[in-house]
């Protein structure tokens, strides 16, 4: 096909395109308002990435449309069909990401290519699908299609937090009628999990004794991440008068490096012990990794309440926290000691991320991310684990709260969809799946995830050194122009 000639001659065009999106650090931030009265809803880096992407479409000869900086979107106009107003094929993607974090290779923000990869945070999730996409566009445009249906690549700026924006683009502009989000797995996705984020928390009372303090206690980034650093400072303080208590206050961080020493040597976990003052602080480190898949990566948080567990604390509600979590959340995944542990068969198990930990002299608090079962329903998830919150006396905020999606695999677009995937791929043994991710799929009926993450490659998305093969780049575009092309000329009554 015409477009596929013209995908290949602009490869470079399109890594170097995506290479700018990549450079703007977009991690969510706070409201901005500038000098002149401009108001950037979530921070002026997601902001400078979304004005370069407009401008993109704009120079490519579509129309660009800015949502009070809260989204917008980039149309290839369809003409309609016997009179008729063209239907609006939807394309939703995002150009925020999650932190970066430490430990990376590559600048995560620098978009370096190396070895046939091109490396930076938002390479996969989302910023490399957006820009295939707008290059998919672009090639058929270029190749003198004219579609029936609008072609409408819809940008959001806060997917990886609370979906504010999307929410507030669909109050003012009309919604598309089907299409795909490109911020999943191959072949497709057609079911998606439920999803609940909720904060546990506690709160302690002072006290006056002498002896082990636990002064602070932080873990995690994002509900949606698993923690891959964790951090706790302790101290242990005798009475003024007593004549060797720093003889004793050594005694006793000796004892705590020899019990972190023996922690290490038993389960091989990453966990250090050093002097901060008067204090002694205490870090591990597990593996980061997509809250929907919490097996890929190793909890951190969990990691240091389980040797925190072995200590005691002169304020016993810190015990009694640290005692809750390692009793009833651990490191398990499936949140089976929270009593909700259930599964189904058309999307398996639940699964249970411990995205967040805190503790000071105050309050403690752990924030949940829980995919759940596309057959299972939130409340009763709640309404489960309720004598456990009583018996801690622990209170519950509950964040947010996805209800699950599914389409049957017969659904017509999802068959056109997965036949231009094998078409493409020759593979024929992978099949449409339910996942626990949750994508803006949910933010308007009739659409699904359709890719980027190809079957069998590895899953870097919200971890150190995410990277994009650019023979992935290029295929996934070819996949998209044809997808596309193949939507914008149906009828899909969904």
Request: hydrophobic letters at 35%; glycine letters at 10%.
């Amino acid at each position: 096909m015409e477009y596929e000639k013209y995908l290949l001659e602009n490869q470079e065009e399109m890594v170097k395109a995506l290479q700018e999106a990549l450079r703007y650090n977009s991690e969510g931030g706070d409201r901005v308002e500038t000098a002149d009265g401009q108001v950037y809803p979530f921070g002026e880096g997601v902001q400078k990435c979304f004005e370069a992407v407009l401008k993109m479409g704009q120079d490519m000869g579509f129309e660009a449309v800015n949502v009070d900086n809260y989204g917008g979107h980039i149309d290839f106009v369809g003409t309609g069909e016997d009179g008729k107003a063209p239907k609006i094929l939807g394309i939703i993607g995002h150009l925020d990401v999650v932190p970066a974090g430490s430990g990376w290779d590559f600048e995560p923000y620098g978009a370096e290519v190396k070895d046939g990869m091109v490396y930076g945070r938002g390479t996969t999730d989302d910023k490399g699908p957006v820009i295939s996409c707008l290059y998919a566009m672009k090639a058929l445009k270029d190749s003198g299609y004219e579609p029936k249906n609008t072609i409408r690549l819809i940008i959001g700026l806060d997917e990886e937090t609370n979906w504010k924006g999307i929410e507030y683009y669909f109050n003012k502009v009309e919604r598309p009628d089907f299409g795909f989000t490109p911020d999943g797995d191959f072949p497709i996705i057609n079911g998606e999990k439920g999803i609940l984020t909720f904060e546990l928390a506690k709160k302690f009372e002072k006290v006056q004794e002498k002896g082990l303090e636990l002064r602070s206690f932080s873990g995690g980034t994002a509900s949606n991440s698993v923690a891959d650093t964790a951090k706790a400072v302790v101290r242990y303080s005798y009475e003024d008068k007593k004549a060797n208590k720093d003889e004793e206050v050594a005694k006793q961080y000796d004892r705590i490096k020899s019990l972190a020493e023996a922690y290490r040597e038993k389960t091989g976990y990453k966990l250090s012990v050093k002097g901060a003052g008067k204090s002694l602080e205490i870090s591990s480190v597990g593996k980061a990794a997509h809250g929907a898949k919490p097996d890929a990566g190793l909890n951190a948080v969990s990691i240091l309440m389980e040797f925190l567990g072995q200590l005691s604390f002169v304020n016993e509600g810190h015990n009694e926290f640290i005692h809750f979590f390692n009793k009833h959340i651990g490191f398990e995944l499936d949140g089976k000691s929270m009593g909700i542990a259930m599964e189904d068969e058309p999307s398996g198990k639940l699964t249970f991320n411990v995205g967040i930990g805190y503790m000071d002299e105050e309050v403690g608090k752990v924030v949940i991310n829980v995919r759940y079962p596309v057959t299972a329903d939130d409340e009763d998830i709640y309404n489960r684990f309720k004598g456990i919150l009583e018996e801690y006396d622990l209170g519950i905020i509950k964040e947010k709260a996805s209800k699950p999606i599914f389409k049957d695999v017969e659904n017509p677009m999802i068959k056109d969809l997965m036949d231009i995937y094998q078409k493409h791929t020759g593979d024929y043994e992978n099949k449409p799946l339910v996942i626990g991710g949750g994508t803006y799929a949910r933010a308007t009926d009739n659409i699904v995830a359709y890719g980027a993450l190809f079957p069998g490659d590895p899953d870097v998305m919200h971890q150190k050194n995410e990277c994009l093969s650019l023979e992935r780049f290029y295929q996934m575009t070819k996949i998209y122009a044809e997808a596309i092309y193949k939507l914008s000329s149906e009828d899909y009554n969904m």
